[in-house]
Structure formats: structure tokens, C-alpha cells
């Protein structure tokens, strides 16, 4: 087993990339990914869009390929249930490529992008807009006689090169949803608690990459770092000796893959729960997760634009 | 300490912490909304008391003041209203987070009601077909509920999952089971 000399606590996660808004490579694409369910991923992935639309400036897309829609729903909020409702066009649309014959067209008809997509924030002229998922997403690859696995990555490629940033949501469990995140990004970002069953997400995940890497030698994807969530209770207890254990455990495996960990740790609040759910009375110390996002977005090459104050 | 000594200390913080400019700015601001605009300077005792129980403009007419294009107005006269009528960002929390999203941040000092000046500066600068968007969604904009998101999927489900049975226990229910979920 290969150690890096620096305690890997302490290692900066850095990647060579060049920080400018005007992205001459086309957007940073980021999955966020864990074998395992219920480490944070939705919650993770929408605060990081967030951040990176509000203090960084960027204009982002967030992609749900999870058939639980956990993104769409913290993002779209109640505009969710009338999305549903409505049956308009979703991630499961992307995948099939045209938009099926509906009350008012009663032939298929091309797929168009802006269709597609949700404007959950604009200013000037950044937006910050979600592609949503559907429950009925995986049945609908599940009937597929050859779903391609490839087709998301070729949609962004053609009709997403302004954006700045593109974060996609992973659902937990291997899938032909996992390959088609990974075809589609060259970032990947993994959340893990410090508890057993969390990590043993890591060597699943590890061997996941594998395999798309030996199938896809031409596809570059690194894994951007991993973030502990759940790390601490800010100002109280910490967790104690078997929450100590598994946090030796995972920046031993992470060691052992050769990926950095963020020197900053999301803390235990129950704000997030909150804001997941468009409920801004309460934060608590949620704010703490913009210390990590910081972190994460120097470590991709996301520039800074400070925030303008009111008063 | 006398009280002219008090307020020169005071008002020596401001300055010193945002300078003069942005104190003025401030001051001129609040002038435009507690309508005091017309009163004499320097003022006495008298004047004072009066300022202090002119009403204070509401959203509404705070909107009504807004120069620019017939719709425009329109347009920010009906958030003003709903924001009034508590269904445009119905906290303080939901302000925050409007400006901060816009890039901007609210003191912690200021309350809901205090906050509209803010948020005006921002509407003005926003299109007109965001706006009425903005209008049209507020109903939707509060935090998420399960109950009406439970029927959405239920509704939903039975066009685009027929032949699976419900949980209900409704009679529609085939042999096949589920689609396994990923």
C-alpha cells in the first residue's frame, strides 16, 4: 500500500486547471458519486450549484440522474409536483432522445434543450438551471433494448459548451445512470460519512472507475477529491470512538486509491435538511459548507468573484 | 455626554467604517423612504417627533414611485403587493436568500418589513417577463410539502406506469411485478 509523504488531512486537493470564467475547454464537469445511498450526494450537489452561481459568478447546469429526484425536488420545490403533473420534458427525455407524442403533438417531435431545462436562478446573463429526473427514469432504460450509455455526454457536448460548470447528481447504485455520468464528466467528487456501511462505498466505487477506465482509455476522469459529511457537531460531540474509526478507515482507502481528502469537513446541521426542503428560517451552522465549497472550487480552478454588500 | 456629542460619535463610527460617501448615500436612501425628503434641516425636537410618526411609505408605494416603462411598473407593483400580502418571500431567511443570489447580502439588523428598499433595487433590474415568472411562482415558492408531492406522483404514476399495481390497493393492478428501481 503506497502512502503520499503529507498526511493526506492536510494535503490541498489541487488539480492543473486554468482559473478563468470564459472556459476555453468548455465547462467543469463534476459528478457526485458514492456507492452508497444517503451520504449527502443531492444535498452536496445542490449547495456546491448554489455557491457556484452566487460567489463564484458561474453560470452552471445541475443534471439529477437519480430516479429518486432528490436535486429536482430541492431545486423546482413545488414547481416540482406541477412538472409531474404536467409530464414535461426530464432527464428521461435526454436519454430517448425526442419528446413523445402528448396531448398537443400527437407525433414525436424533436428534443429541444431549452425544453429540457429548469431556470431556477437568473441574473443578467447566468442562470443556474436543472435538468430534472423522473421516478419512472429507470424503467424507462430498463425497457430499452440497448440503452446508450453515452447519450447524455453527447447532448451536453452539443448544447451545453457555454456553461461554466455542469454538476451531476449520481443515483447510489451501479447502473448504466453511473457510465453515463462518467461519460459525461471529468470530474469526480465523493461525499462519504464516517460510518462502516459509508465507506465501504470506496472500493465499489474504485473498482467502478476502473472498469470505465479500461473500457474508455481515450475518456480522462479523475476523482477530484473526497469530502466528509457528517464530520463533526459543531461546538458539541464529536462522535466518538467508532466515528474516530471510520474516519482513520476512509483516509486510509483514500490514501490507498490515491485520492486527496478536502481539508474541509461538512459539519452535522440541521439546517441542511432545511434548506433541502426550500425552507430558509433556520441555517444553523449550514454555513460552514461554504468553507469546503471554497476549498473545492479553488482545487477544480473555479474563480472567485466576491459578493457585493448591500448596506 | 451631551446628546449633539452622542450622535456626532456615532455617526464618526459610520464614517469611519464605510466612509462619507456611502453615509450620505444611506442617509439620502432614508430619506426617499420614511418620506422625510421634505422636512426642513437642521431639525428641532419638533420636527423630529413628526418624522418619527409620518407613516413609513409601504412596498406598494414605494413601487408606485418606480420610473420606467408602463409594464415594468406593473410588474413591481404586483410583487409589492404580494409581498405584502406575505406570499412573496414570506421570511426574512427567504429575503437573504433572494439578494444573496443575487449577489448580494442583507444585515442582520434589518427586518421583513425593513427589507423591501433592498429588494426593490434588485426588481428594477430584472426583464419583465422575469418578473411576472417571479409573480406567477410564488404560490409554488414556499418549502416543500410531502402531501402534495405524494398525489403529483400518484397522478403521474397511473399515466406513466399503468400496469403497476398501486399501493393503495386500487383494482387496477395487474399479475406483473414492479420494474425493479436503480
Given at each position: 500500500?503506497?502512502?503520499?509523504?503529507?498526511?493526506?488531512?492536510?494535503?490541498?486537493?489541487?488539480?492543473?486547471?486554468?482559473?478563468?470564467m470564459?472556459?476555453?475547454?468548455?465547462?467543469?464537469?463534476?459528478?457526485?458519486?458514492?456507492?452508497?445511498?444517503?451520504?449527502g450526494?443531492?444535498?452536496?450537489?445542490?449547495?456546491?450549484?448554489?455557491?457556484a452561481?452566487?460567489?463564484?459568478?458561474?453560470?452552471?447546469?445541475?443534471?439529477?440522474l437519480?430516479?429518486?429526484?432528490?436535486?429536482?425536488?430541492a431545486?423546482?420545490?413545488?414547481?416540482?409536483?406541477?412538472?409531474?403533473?404536467?409530464?414535461?420534458?426530464?432527464?428521461?427525455e435526454?436519454?430517448?432522445?425526442y419528446?413523445?407524442?402528448?396531448a398537443?403533438?400527437?407525433?414525436?417531435?424533436?428534443?429541444?434543450?431549452?425544453?429540457?431545462?429548469?431556470?431556477?436562478?437568473?441574473?443578467?446573463e447566468?442562470?443556474?438551471?436543472?435538468?430534472?429526473?423522473?421516478?419512472?427514469?429507470?424503467?424507462?432504460?430498463?425497457a430499452?433494448?440497448?440503452?446508450?450509455?453515452?447519450?447524455?455526454?453527447?447532448?451536453?457536448?452539443?448544447?451545453?459548451?457555454?456553461?461554466?460548470?455542469?454538476?451531476?447528481?449520481?443515483?447510489?447504485?451501479?447502473?448504466?445512470?453511473?457510465?453515463?455520468a462518467?461519460?459525461?464528466?471529468?470530474l469526480?467528487?465523493?461525499?462519504?460519512?464516517?460510518?462502516?456501511f459509508?465507506?465501504?462505498?470506496?472500493?465499489?466505487?474504485?473498482?467502478?472507475l476502473?472498469?470505465?477506465?479500461?473500457?474508455?482509455?481515450?475518456?480522462r476522469i479523475?476523482?477530484?477529491?473526497?469530502?466528509?459529511n457528517?464530520?463533526?457537531?459543531?461546538?458539541?460531540?464529536?462522535?466518538?470512538?467508532?466515528?474516530?474509526?471510520?474516519?482513520?478507515?476512509?483516509?486510509?482507502?483514500a490514501?490507498?486509491?490515491?485520492?486527496?481528502?478536502?481539508e474541509?469537513?461538512i459539519p452535522?446541521?440541521?439546517?441542511?435538511p432545511?434548506?433541502?426542503?426550500?425552507?430558509?428560517?433556520?441555517?444553523?451552522?449550514?454555513?460552514?459548507?461554504?468553507?469546503?465549497?471554497?476549498?473545492?472550487?479553488?482545487?477544480?480552478?473555479?474563480?472567485?468573484?466576491?459578493?457585493?454588500?448591500?448596506? | 455626554?451631551s446628546?449633539?456629542d452622542?450622535?456626532?460619535?456615532?455617526?464618526?463610527?459610520?464614517?469611519?467604517e464605510?466612509?462619507?460617501?456611502?453615509?450620505?448615500?444611506?442617509?439620502?436612501?432614508?430619506?426617499?423612504?420614511?418620506?422625510?425628503?421634505s422636512?426642513?434641516r437642521?431639525?428641532?425636537?419638533?420636527?423630529?417627533?413628526?418624522?418619527?410618526?409620518?407613516?413609513?411609505?409601504?412596498?406598494?408605494?414605494?413601487?408606485?414611485?418606480?420610473?420606467?416603462?408602463?409594464?415594468?411598473?406593473?410588474?413591481?407593483?404586483?410583487?409589492?403587493?404580494?409581498?405584502?400580502?406575505?406570499?412573496?418571500?414570506?421570511?426574512?431567511?427567504?429575503?437573504?436568500?433572494?439578494?444573496?443570489?443575487r449577489?448580494?447580502?442583507?444585515?442582520?439588523?434589518?427586518?421583513?418589513?425593513?427589507?423591501?428598499?433592498?429588494?426593490?433595487?434588485?426588481?428594477?433590474?430584472?426583464?419583465?417577463?422575469?418578473?411576472?415568472?417571479?409573480?406567477r411562482?410564488?404560490?409554488?415558492?414556499?418549502?416543500?410539502?410531502l402531501?402534495?408531492l405524494s398525489?403529483?406522483?400518484?397522478?403521474?404514476?397511473?399515466?406513466?406506469?399503468?400496469?403497476?399495481?398501486?399501493?393503495?390497493?386500487?383494482n387496477?393492478?395487474?399479475?406483473e411485478?414492479?420494474?425493479k428501481?436503480?
Amino acid at each position: 500500500m503506497y502512502l503520499r509523504p503529507s498526511s493526506p488531512r492536510r494535503r490541498m486537493c489541487s488539480h492543473p486547471r486554468k482559473a478563468t470564467m470564459a472556459r476555453k475547454g468548455g465547462p467543469l464537469c463534476v459528478c457526485v458519486i458514492n456507492m452508497k445511498g444517503g451520504v449527502g450526494k443531492s444535498t452536496i450537489a445542490a449547495l456546491l450549484a448554489r455557491y457556484a452561481f452566487r460567489s463564484r459568478r458561474a453560470d452552471v447546469l445541475a443534471i439529477d440522474l437519480d430516479p429518486q429526484a432528490n436535486l429536482s425536488q430541492a431545486f423546482m420545490r413545488g414547481s416540482y409536483s406541477a412538472f409531474l403533473q404536467e409530464q414535461r420534458p426530464s432527464i428521461v427525455e435526454v436519454f430517448n432522445g425526442y419528446r413523445p407524442p402528448s396531448a398537443t403533438a400527437t407525433a414525436p417531435s424533436p428534443l429541444d434543450s431549452e425544453e429540457v431545462v429548469h431556470t431556477i436562478y437568473e441574473v443578467q446573463e447566468r442562470t443556474l438551471q436543472l435538468i430534472p429526473s423522473r421516478f419512472d427514469f429507470s424503467d424507462n432504460l430498463t425497457a430499452a433494448i440497448r440503452p446508450d450509455p453515452k447519450v447524455l455526454a453527447n447532448f451536453l457536448a452539443h448544447h451545453f459548451r457555454h456553461k461554466d460548470l455542469i454538476i451531476i447528481d449520481c443515483a447510489p447504485t451501479e447502473s448504466i445512470l453511473t457510465h453515463a455520468a462518467y461519460h459525461a464528466s471529468g470530474l469526480v467528487l465523493v461525499p462519504v460519512k464516517p460510518e462502516f456501511f459509508a465507506t465501504v462505498g470506496f472500493p465499489l466505487l474504485r473498482e467502478s472507475l476502473r472498469q470505465f477506465r479500461s473500457i474508455n482509455r481515450g475518456h480522462r476522469i479523475s476523482v477530484a477529491g473526497v469530502v466528509i459529511n457528517n464530520a463533526f457537531y459543531d461546538g458539541g460531540n464529536d462522535g466518538g470512538p467508532e466515528k474516530a474509526r471510520a474516519l482513520r478507515e476512509i483516509r486510509a482507502e483514500a490514501a490507498a486509491n490515491s485520492w486527496c481528502v478536502f481539508e474541509n469537513e461538512i459539519p452535522f446541521s440541521r439546517g441542511f435538511p432545511k434548506l433541502m426542503r426550500g425552507d430558509n428560517s433556520y441555517s444553523g451552522n449550514s454555513y460552514m459548507f461554504y468553507n469546503f465549497a471554497a476549498e473545492f472550487f479553488e482545487s477544480i480552478g473555479l474563480s472567485t468573484a466576491p459578493l457585493q454588500n448591500v448596506a | 455626554m451631551s446628546r449633539d456629542d452622542l450622535l456626532g460619535r456615532l455617526v464618526g463610527v459610520l464614517v469611519d467604517e464605510w466612509g462619507l460617501a456611502r453615509v450620505r448615500q444611506a442617509v439620502a436612501s432614508l430619506e426617499d423612504t420614511a418620506g422625510l425628503a421634505s422636512a426642513q434641516r437642521p431639525g428641532g425636537a419638533r420636527q423630529s417627533h413628526d418624522a418619527r410618526t409620518r407613516r413609513k411609505p409601504s412596498p406598494t408605494d414605494l413601487a408606485r414611485r418606480v420610473h420606467g416603462p408602463t409594464a415594468l411598473k406593473s410588474a413591481i407593483e404586483e410583487l409589492a403587493r404580494l409581498f405584502e400580502a406575505k406570499l412573496f418571500l414570506q421570511s426574512v431567511g427567504d429575503v437573504r436568500h433572494f439578494l444573496e443570489m443575487r449577489g448580494k447580502e442583507l444585515p442582520a439588523s434589518i427586518s421583513r418589513s425593513e427589507s423591501f428598499p433592498k429588494i426593490l433595487e434588485e426588481l428594477v433590474d430584472i426583464p419583465v417577463d422575469q418578473l411576472r415568472e417571479i409573480a406567477r411562482k410564488t404560490e409554488l415558492s414556499g418549502p416543500s410539502e410531502l402531501a402534495p408531492l405524494s398525489n403529483a406522483i400518484r397522478t403521474a404514476g397511473a399515466s406513466l406506469r399503468p400496469e403497476v399495481a398501486h399501493e393503495s390497493g386500487d383494482n387496477s393492478a395487474t399479475s406483473e411485478p414492479p420494474p425493479k428501481r436503480s
